[in-house]
């Protein structure tokens, strides 16, 4: 037997094995993951802090976060969108003023055109034996001479990037009008304090016998305030 069919890639069967292992290294197709303890928080710790609650608040998407945690968030949140909606009203107005001083430009470059071409008109005596033939300079109906010649193709106008005084900027990007809605950090939707509800645990009674299977004090979720 040589030496290739003792290698364990030269089985003809695609084992169990390589299949998760291509699957976890692809990232495609469906992957099933045995979380651990540490993995997994208590339901009755903050989604924030990951600490047991004092002051428990929950959403109405059912997430539970420390009252002092989430008022904290969403005050963070709330400056953080007032300093996006200050840039960016900074931008729309730089925007503004520089598309103003484009379209001045742009009409002083048609009124010095204008200028330019009422000064150079001319009055010339038409010679009636040249008056048939093509000359390679002629005067357009707005006075500028037009030369005739190859015309100028798009990769001559591009700027040479080797050389550092030709070479093509980069635009900076645009900042997107910023959402005034602050967002749960869990779910991704819209969250105000005014929905939070107040949520109150009672400990178990340590009469219970399930209880002593338990290592620690454990609360149980028995009313909610609205």
């Known amino acids: 037997m040589t030496r290739h069919g003792k290698n364990c890639t030269a089985g003809a069967v695609y084992t169990y094995h390589e299949k998760r292992k291509d699957t976890a290294a692809s990232g495609y197709g469906t992957q099933s993951v045995r979380l651990g303890k540490d993995a997994i928080k208590d339901f009755d710790c903050c989604c924030l802090s990951l600490q047991p609650c004092q002051d428990p608040v929950v959403t109405p998407d ?23 909606m200050k840039a960016y009203e900074k931008q729309k107005q730089t925007l503004k003023s520089s598309n103003q001083l484009e379209s001045k430009s742009e009409e002083r470059q048609k009124v010095e055109r204008f200028k330019t071409s009422e000064n150079s008109i001319v009055s010339k005596p038409i010679n009636p034996f040249t008056s048939g033939q093509k000359k390679d300079s002629e005067v357009s109906s707005s006075g500028e001479p037009v030369t005739a010649g190859p015309a100028t193709t798009s990769s001559q106008s591009l700027p040479s990037f080797w050389i550092p005084s030709l070479t093509p900027e980069a635009k900076p990007t645009l900042l997107k009008k910023p959402s005034k809605a602050v967002l749960c950090p869990m779910s ?39």
Request: proline share 6%; charged share 25%; glycine share 4%.
């Open 62 to 84: 059912g997430y539970l976060y420390e009252k002092q945690a989430i008022l904290e968030y969403i005050l963070h949140q709330k400056t953080e969108i007032a300093k996006k």
């Open 188 to 226: 991704g939707r819209p969250i105000k304090m005014n929905d939070l509800i107040p949520v109150r645990f009672t400990p178990l009674d340590p009469s219970l016998d399930r209880v002593a299977l338990l290592n620690r004090q454990v609360s149980l979720l028995s009313t909610a305030h609205t």
